[in-house]
């Protein structure tokens, strides 16, 4: 497929609840970030209709088998899903594109295929755990057994909709979970045709449910409702704060959160391929426009590699094709609103006038239609307490520090909040353990940047970047509770 045609897009709006859509007054409209035109209408879910929702999935859980059954048939469902998910690439893929920063190209050959291999991933930890033996008195049986929390409330972002959505609902819905789901009110469709998706997977009614609106009035309800027993959110560090406080005042609930980032990405002189590493260092700040948590916004280089490095990064910003996600050939997609690409320039010419030199970029591109499209831009000349460097821009900006030696490095690499990612490249080995060792990060890559097929590895942030793991064991175990048990049996 290699363009579609946007407005031939069938967009179903509403909530889904208890296995079938519940049609609500809409009241937001909901804009093509592509070209700003509305494309449809939002309802906005009240505190009733979030506890419907609460109350469906409760019921849902308490009732249907779905919680009781062999872990091996919930693992069969979800495997079940996931084909139906991948069968329906041609349906989703062009839903995810037409409402989202997701280039169609990108939607069929990794959103949703990768969407449905996470919910294979999880599904296969479904029989594949169990509690612990304790060392009691011999007449005595000491264990402890997981199990579910009971109805989970999830909270996405709108950057990649189904991928961060189902980092959610999977691993939670593996362990036995029923969901309550509220997309971003940026991307709220394509995650409606994943939960109509598993209904027809076998998946019971109300075990997975999706709940339409904004976050001060759905989200929050959502967050605070008595039975929700466990929250699981991805987005701001700001909302993240927000919502850790609402947890805590609305009946001490766990929170799983994935916050915003600011990463680094280090090269020192010896990494193996400039050029290569200078594509890597592009990719990772100008795919998806920027708007990516473990953007690598932070270059910081060793001085005698600095000039050609930039040059490679110049040339591959400059190759980058800025374009409506629905034609086949976008390489750099829009920017979410067209109110962020004004935000995001904000940020860059403030940082200019505070003295930074723009390297390259620094302004709107114009495509046609509304939507706001920013340049790949490079700023040197800058230092940590410059807005640019020190706050998180989400936009194709990445900022330039050079450094002599690797404590200098590891010292601008530091920031004073985040610690989300961060990149290495070296082709020391010892540099290279020094650097994972001491970048105070959740995740760090060396000689590359960005996650690979390997869901086993689990993803979060250290600092104010978040709490807990998506994908991993720990993120399915995350989405349990143990309970301990002592049985007497002395006679
Ligand atoms: P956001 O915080 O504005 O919104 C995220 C979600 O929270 C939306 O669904 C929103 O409606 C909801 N929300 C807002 N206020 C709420 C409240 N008071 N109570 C409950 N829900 C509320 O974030 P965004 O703009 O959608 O996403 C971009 C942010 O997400 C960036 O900071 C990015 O770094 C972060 N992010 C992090 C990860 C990660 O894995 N760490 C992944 C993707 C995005």
């Known amino acids: 497929m290699d363009r579609i045609h946007p407005d031939a897009v069938n967009v179903r709006s509403g909530h889904y609840i208890g296995g079938a859509y519940i049609d609500d007054q809409a009241a937001m409209e909901v804009r093509r970030p592509s070209d700003g035109k509305a494309y449809a209408g939002l309802p906005v879910a009240d505190e009733a209709m979030v506890d419907r929702a609460v109350q469906d999935a409760w019921n849902a859980f308490k009732t249907s088998d779905w919680a009781q059954r062999a872990p091996r048939e919930r693992a069969r469902v979800m495997r079940r899903w996931a084909e139906l998910i991948e069968a329906d690439a041609a349906n989703l893929a062009p839903l995810e594109t037409v409402g989202s920063t997701r280039p169609i190209r990108d939607a069929l050959a990794w959103d949703v295929p990768f969407t449905a291999e996470g919910i294979r991933f999880f599904a296969e930890f479904a029989d594949k755990h169990g509690g612990d033996v304790a060392a009691t008195r011999t007449d005595t049986l000491g264990m402890t057994i997981a199990e579910p929390y009971g109805v989970i409330g999830a909270i996405a972002p709108w950057n990649f909709p189904l991928v961060m959505a189902s980092w959610k609902i999977a691993p939670a819905l593996a362990a036995g979970n029923a969901v309550v789901l509220k997309p971003s ?248 353990l020094r650097c994972v060792r001491r970048i105070e990060a959740g995740t760090v890559w060396v000689n590359r940047y960005g996650r690979s097929n390997d869901f086993v590895i689990p993803t979060g942030g250290y600092k104010r970047s978040g709490l807990g793991k998506d994908l991993g064991r720990q993120a399915f175990e995350a989405n349990l509770r143990f309970k301990s048990v002592l049985i007497d049996f002395a006679g």
Not at 328 to 335: E, V
Not at 370 to 378: A, I, K, N, R, V
Not at 381 to 409: K, R, S
Request: with cysteine; proline share 5%; glycine share 12%.
């Open 185 to 432: 009110e940026l991307t709220p469709f394509s995650v409606l045709r994943l939960a109509e998706l598993a209904v027809q997977a076998g998946m019971p009614p109300g075990i997975f449910n999706v709940v339409q609106g904004d976050g001060a009035v759905t989200g929050d309800a959502l967050v605070r409702h008595p039975k929700i027993a466990k929250v699981t959110f991805t987005g701001s560090t700001r909302t993240g704060t927000a919502i850790m406080a609402a947890c805590a005042h609305s009946g001490t609930k766990p929170v799983t959160l994935e916050l915003g980032g600011k990463s680094p990405q280090v090269v020192f002189g010896d990494a193996p391929d400039l050029d290569r590493t200078a594509r890597t260092i592009a990719g990772a700040i100008a795919g998806n426009a920027g708007q990516v948590c473990v953007a690598g916004s932070r270059l910081i280089v060793q001085r005698g590699a600095a000039d050609r490095l930039v040059s490679g990064i110049v040339a591959a910003f400059a190759a980058l094709k800025a374009g409506h996600t629905w034609e086949g050939d976008t390489t750099l997609p829009p920017i979410i609103r067209a109110s962020d690409a004004l935000r995001i320039d904000g940020i860059v010419q403030r940082t200019v006038a505070a003295g930074a030199s723009l390297v390259c970029g620094g302004r709107l591109l114009q495509v046609a239609g509304e939507g706001g499209y920013y340049e790949p831009t490079l700023l040197a000349g800058v230092h940590g307490e410059m807005e640019a460097v020190h706050d998180e821009i989400f936009g194709p900006v990445l900022t330039l520090q050079v450094f002599d030696d690797e404590e200098e490095a590891l010292a601008l690499a530091d920031h004073p909040s985040y610690g989300l990612a961060a990149g290495v490249h070296t082709a020391d080995l010892g540099r290279a």
